[in-house]
């Protein structure tokens, strides 16, 4: 069992928007602006996508945009194209352990 | 550009050791914090452990302590694991990392290892 929480699967049309979540406590997610947001594509390494709650690297279109509220943190991902397809990843700093814990992983389909 | 090449996985007996090598280029590796982290077959990330520039602190998952070790030479650009006693469920993929402003901006392609008999 994953640290944080999120939905196995989560799927959208082109063009449409979608918003992954992901959940953790006050002792992780609630306590730091540290969540961070990875793709992976099947097969590949993960990309970073966001980092520090909202912030995008240079690089990564603005399509993607992170946010969060109390325990749960949010990727939003609008205006979804085929290659959006993939699977994603949030992680935060847990001080109750002093590690960095990942979410179970969404896999996002575009219909 | 940033290159990250992991090198060193394969099958080993359970029991077994490893060591687990990361090869960096394109930026300056002395500089940045250091991470491994691994995935196992069809399932989810897990930060196994990460290093300080200087390779003065390191830290490791606590399931994993005593038997994972990471270090590095910052002289050859390279990024270690030391894994014995290893055990079925230490297979996966393992990726290598820069662990920089707590984030992991750049990943690796990462190699499989395998534990079996």
């Known amino acids: 069992q994953s640290a944080l929480t999120q939905p196995a699967s989560v799927s959208g049309s082109p063009g449409q928007s979608i918003t992954i979540s992901c959940t953790g406590t006050s002792s992780d997610v609630g306590s730091y602006n540290l969540v961070s947001w990875y793709q992976q594509h099947p097969g590949k390494g993960p990309k970073l996508m966001i980092y520090e709650d909202n912030k995008r690297p240079s690089g990564v279109s603005n399509r993607f945009s992170g946010s969060k509220s109390g325990n749960t943190a949010s990727l939003t991902i609008s205006g979804l194209q085929a290659e959006d397809e993939a699977d994603y990843y949030c992680?935060?700093?847990?001080?109750?352990?002093?590690?960095?814990?990942f979410g179970g992983g969404t896999t996002l389909t575009v219909l | 550009e940033v290159q990250l090449v992991e090198s060193g996985g394969g099958l080993v007996q359970p029991g077994g050791s490893l060591r687990l090598s990361c090869a960096a280029s394109g930026f300056t590796f002395s500089t940045y914090w250091m991470s491994w982290v691994r995935q196992a077959p069809g399932k989810g990330l897990e930060w196994v452990a990460n290093?300080?520039?200087?390779?003065?602190?390191?830290y490791h998952v606590d399931s994993l302590k005593g038997r994972f070790t990471i270090s590095r030479d910052n002289t050859k650009s390279s990024l270690y694991l030391q894994m014995d006693s290893l055990r079925a469920e230490d297979t996966a993929v393992y990726y290598c990392?820069?662990?920089?402003?707590?984030?992991?901006?750049?990943w690796g392609q990462g190699t499989l290892v395998t534990v079996s008999s």
């Open positions: 290093i300080k520039e200087d390779g003065s602190e390191r």
């Open positions: 990392a820069t662990h920089h402003n707590n984030r992991f901006d750049y």
């Open positions: 992680c935060s700093y847990a001080r109750s352990s002093l590690s960095w814990v």
